[in-house]
């Protein structure tokens, strides 16, 4: 995988900067306002809103994962129980104990990323695939707690969730609630851009690559590893809580192991260990299930013989076949497919290895 | 006593079957590295594929049966085909797409199974007699008493294949060194398409077994990934220690479910497998690899 950048930096604080052109500067303004005047055009229905907030979610916990699995090389597959983690610990610190929306946020964020790394603990042991199976084992564990503890979390049935207030003022409609999902993910991705280009992310980077290597090269590899734990789960968790307040009626079904899997296959489907690939990722995923969805009933029209749960086994089919196909032929991802398109409008300024 | 002596009973039982699925994850792991998570899948499909041949085409219990294992083999030659050996050659020995890839199996199995059969439950005509043996006080179910039998049976043969025969010995040795079988003029691809076979025809009469015992439906895969603990206890380059870590599955699952609560036998073993995976993530039974740097 090549580390491409077809902006010729001039020195290095513009090689480490995170918008290097004008240009970029410009587009990214014009984004940012249309993000936020898009709830304000009359042609948006509160259908695409939610749109919007459900995929702003999922990128905030599937660019933890890729911090996690795709930078620093420990596969996840708890994360969808970690999301599970924070929205139920946010939901009874609002309900049960009276606290607001801010503080229970962030209590989520700090809890899921302990326990993200209590069972990132094992890495200091075993890795790859058994580490692997550690957190398969977490999830089982987690979504079992989380059935059984029916006082505290409704069980099976679920628990209410109140909306969130600030001074006085409830983000009880969807489109207010869409702002703090918006300005969360705005941060979640600059966060996440910061620590890469750190020392820290660096040492990530460098236990991906091969964690005896780095640990040759001086780097405290376990400490490193129970912080991308820790920074990938508390993503997750954070997710969890905008999840459950976005919602009225919090259920286990939402974290299924399922779910862990499609994460999984957003970061590959997108590119590990690039921001940009677990956006890309999760808009091409999200966005096919939403087609599905959308025209489901419409094909139903056509052939009746069609049931509608045909079309949710289809839907994940076709899933698993394109995570399947992304596997064999473009196993860098989205991210890669866009490098090369790019590469080839520039004019070869540098010798660039295209692997 | 007699509770905890008739869930040992019944643990034991149902360990065998385990031990067996287990035995599947052993033979794939130990020829090719791999975990194979669409297992659970395949479980699924075995014992949904044995029902379409008895109810829906109508042929007889016992020749759908062997019908099913030779199609489950040859799903595990295909799927070994398509998209396992692209991907080893793109991407080499990262683990990590290798696991998504057969996750994403296990996903577009039962995706496939609500496709096709719907994923309603479904039952067997009865293979055994339904009538349970009773002993002193123990009631013992003949289909659970046939299963374990079968496994037990099945088990023996597979420890004699790998020790006694031609095929077990390239098998071991593509097992021990993939790049010195190569040199020495096995042909490792076959080899490795057998293994997959292989564990697929377990899986499918696995299926079978434990759609006999409870009922066919899509949990099945569950069920078969929960072999995978009790592959990770024993050890995933033991076949000794598949048959351990299945009986001790089994019985750990059968108490845990009968004293603290349904549903948390499940739960248990993964809770055995971390400790295990934590203080010997080799396995009771497993070689302990160097690792390369």
């Known amino acids: 995988m090549l580390l491409p950048d077809t902006v010729a930096a001039g020195n290095y604080r513009q090689e480490l900067a995170i918008l290097k052109t004008s240009f970029q500067k410009g587009m990214l303004a014009i984004f940012f306002v249309l993000l936020i005047l898009l709830p304000q055009f009359p042609f948006v229905s509160d259908y695409w809103v939610r749109i919007v907030i459900n995929f702003s979610i999922t990128i905030i916990t599937v660019v933890g994962l890729n911090i996690l699995t795709g930078l620093c090389g420990q596969g996840s597959i708890a994360q969808a129980a970690f999301m599970a983690v924070g929205a139920y610990l946010s939901?009874?610190?609002?309900?049960?104990?009276?606290?607001?929306?801010?503080?229970?946020?962030?209590?989520?964020?700090?809890?899921?990323?302990?326990?993200?790394?209590?069972?990132?603990?094992?890495?200091?042991?075993?890795?790859?695939?058994?580490?692997?199976?550690?957190?398969?084992?977490?999830?089982?564990?987690?979504?079992?707690?989380?059935?059984?503890?029916?006082?505290?979390?409704?069980?099976?049935?679920?628990?209410?969730?109140?909306?969130?207030?600030?001074?006085?003022?409830?983000?009880?409609?969807?489109?207010?609630?869409?702002?703090?999902?918006?300005?969360?993910?705005?941060?979640?991705?600059?966060?996440?851009?910061?620590?890469?280009?750190?020392?820290?992310?660096?040492?990530?980077?460098?236990?991906?690559?091969?964690?005896?290597?780095?640990?040759?090269?001086?780097?405290?590899?376990?400490?490193?590893?129970?912080?991308?734990?820790?920074?990938?789960?508390?993503?997750?968790?954070?997710?969890?809580?905008?999840?459950?307040?976005?919602?009225?009626?919090?259920?286990?079904?939402?974290?299924?192991?399922?779910?862990a899997c499609w994460f999984l296959g957003m970061i590959i489907v997108g590119g590990l260990g690039t921001v940009l690939g677990s956006i890309l990722g999760t808009v091409l995923l999200l966005g096919l299930g939403e087609i599905t969805t959308y025209a489901g009933p419409a094909i139903g029209k056509v052939f009746p013989a069609l049931s509608m749960g045909i079309f949710a086994a289809s839907s994940q089919l076709v899933y698993s076949l394109i995570i399947l196909l992304f596997l064999v032929f473009e196993p860098d991802g989205l991210i890669h497919l866009w490098y090369r398109v790019r590469m080839s409008f520039k004019p070869a300024t540098r010798d660039k290895e295209i692997t | 006593m007699i509770f905890l002596l008739q869930n040992l009973i019944t643990g034991i039982m149902l360990g065998m079957v385990y031990a067996t699925l287990a035995l599947g994850f052993v033979v794939l792991h130990k020829s090719t590295g791999i975990l194979n998570f669409a297992q659970g899948g395949l479980v699924a499909m075995g014992a949904y594929i044995c029902w379409a041949l008895i109810e829906q085409v109508g042929l007889n219990s016992w020749l759908s049966i062997i019908l099913t294992l030779i199609l489950c083999f040859v799903l595990g030659l295909i799927l070994e085909r398509f998209p396992i050996r692209l991907i080893a050659k793109r991407v080499g020995g990262h683990a990590f797409a290798m696991i998504l890839a057969t996750f994403m199996l296990l996903v577009f199995f039962t995706s496939l199974i609500v496709l096709i059969w719907g994923g309603v439950w479904q039952t067997y005509p009865r293979f055994f007699p339904s009538k349970p043996i009773t002993f002193l006080t123990l009631v013992i179910s003949q289909e659970q008493c046939w299963s374990a039998v079968i496994c037990a049976g099945l088990l023996a043969i597979f420890v004699l294949l790998f020790r006694y025969t031609k095929l077990g010995l390239l098998m071991r040795g593509t097992a021990n060194d993939l790049h010195i079988a190569r040199s020495l003029g096995v042909r490792v691809n076959t080899i490795i398409a057998i293994s997959w076979g292989i564990s697929s025809a377990i899986c499918g009469l696995g299926g079978i077994l434990l759609g006999a015992i409870t009922v066919v439906n899509l949990s099945l895969s569950e069920i078969g990934l929960a072999a995978l603990p009790a592959a990770i206890v024993g050890g995933m380059n033991s076949i000794p220690g598949a048959i351990l870590g299945g009986l001790i599955m089994g019985t750990t699952i059968c108490i845990f479910d009968a004293y603290i609560g349904s549903g948390f036998g499940i739960i248990g073993s993964y809770v055995i497998m971390i400790a295990v995976l934590l203080i010997r993530p080799w396995g009771i039974l497993g070689s302990e690899k160097t690792q390369r740097v």
């Not at chain 1, 603990?121 to 089982?140: D, M, N």
């Not at chain 1, 996440?192 to 460098?206: E, Q, S, V």
Request: proline fraction near 4%; aromatic fraction near 14%.
């Open chain 1, 91 to 259: 939901v009874i610190l609002t309900g049960k104990c009276g606290l607001p929306f801010w503080v229970a946020l962030p209590c989520a964020a700090v809890f899921a990323g302990t326990l993200g790394a209590f069972f990132g603990l094992s890495a200091l042991k075993v890795r790859g695939l058994y580490l692997f199976l550690v957190t398969l084992g977490a999830h089982f564990i987690i979504e079992y707690a989380i059935i059984h503890i029916p006082g505290l979390t409704g069980g099976q049935t679920g628990i209410a969730v109140s909306p969130p207030k600030l001074i006085g003022y409830a983000f009880k409609s969807l489109r207010s609630y869409y702002y703090i999902v918006i300005i969360f993910l705005i941060i979640a991705i600059f966060v996440a851009k910061n620590l890469i280009r750190t020392h820290i992310g660096r040492a990530w980077m460098a236990i991906g690559n091969k964690d005896m290597v780095a640990k040759a090269m001086g780097i405290n590899v376990y400490h490193y590893k129970l912080l991308a734990f820790f920074v990938g789960c508390a993503y997750a968790g954070v997710a969890g809580s905008l999840w459950a307040h976005s919602k009225s009626w919090l259920a286990p079904e939402d974290f299924s192991l399922m779910q």
